[in-house]
């Protein structure tokens, strides 16, 4: 089975810190994910990567920048977390060369910026 | 820009009827695929079906089935049967050419006996 790592289901951060989020996964899929969920707007894609130190941004990315430099880990960073930063965070992969493209979603990480 | 629509307020199921979660879509790709997830309350995300967009005939995984209805835009999920397991969110997501997804709000979805 495929499976998605997030390094933490829980932290809380003071304003102004910076945060890494890591997530590991073990299928070696090209693609992978970062999205954020909040309730009544369901999730929205922060970054991107198709490869190794390949990042792209997707909707969201303003005050959040993405390391990728090993094809299985792919880190989301906030430089200086904000309160509104506050979310559930999902990370993801898939396989590029799928028929489908399916997601397969690590378990979140809920980050409160206090 | 991709944009997904699900704008069904929280619903309520009896147990063992059919329910059907609407989706509309909107995309100026010729090539795409629709996905249904579901999220129960331990917050994991489980992929129910696809439909790509040259498939001709409807998705069905087991009691899930995906009404797709190309020129509408539209990607409704049914669930047949319904069970109290079934009471979850559920998202609707779009796949582009460069294998990104973009999901709906979700659709709020409680199963009572």
């Known amino acids: 089975d495929v499976k998605v790592t997030q390094s933490s289901r829980y932290l809380v951060k003071r304003t102004g810190e910076k945060v890494f989020l890591e997530c590991v996964q073990d299928m070696d899929h090209e693609n992978m994910f970062w999205y954020r969920q909040d309730p009544g707007l369901g999730l929205r894609l922060i970054y991107f990567?198709?490869?190794?130190?390949?990042?792209e941004k997707g909707d969201i990315p303003e005050g959040y920048s993405v390391s990728r430099e090993k094809k299985e880990r792919f880190s989301l960073i906030l430089e200086s977390a904000s309160t509104n930063q506050t979310s559930m965070y999902l990370c993801?992969?898939?396989?590029?060369?799928?028929?489908?493209?399916?997601?397969?979603f690590g378990e979140g990480s809920r980050l409160t910026v206090l | 820009a991709q944009k997904i629509t699900q704008t069904q307020p929280g619903m309520f199921v009896q147990e063992k009827e059919a329910v059907t979660l609407d989706c509309t879509y909107d995309t100026s790709d010729q090539s795409y695929g629709l996905f249904w997830y579901k999220q129960p309350s331990s917050g994991e995300m489980i992929f129910l079906i696809y439909q790509g967009s040259y498939d001709e005939q409807n998705a069905t995984e087991g009691r899930y089935s995906l009404n797709f209805q190309k020129a509408r835009k539209s990607a409704n999920l049914v669930i047949s049967a319904s069970q109290l397991g079934d009471s979850a969110m559920y998202f609707c997501a779009m796949r582009d050419q460069r294998n990104r997804l973009a999901f709906g709000k979700g659709n709020q979805v409680v199963v009572i006996p």
């Open positions: 993801a992969s898939s396989f590029w060369g799928a028929d489908t493209g399916e997601l397969f």
């Open positions: 990567s198709y490869d190794v130190k390949m990042k």
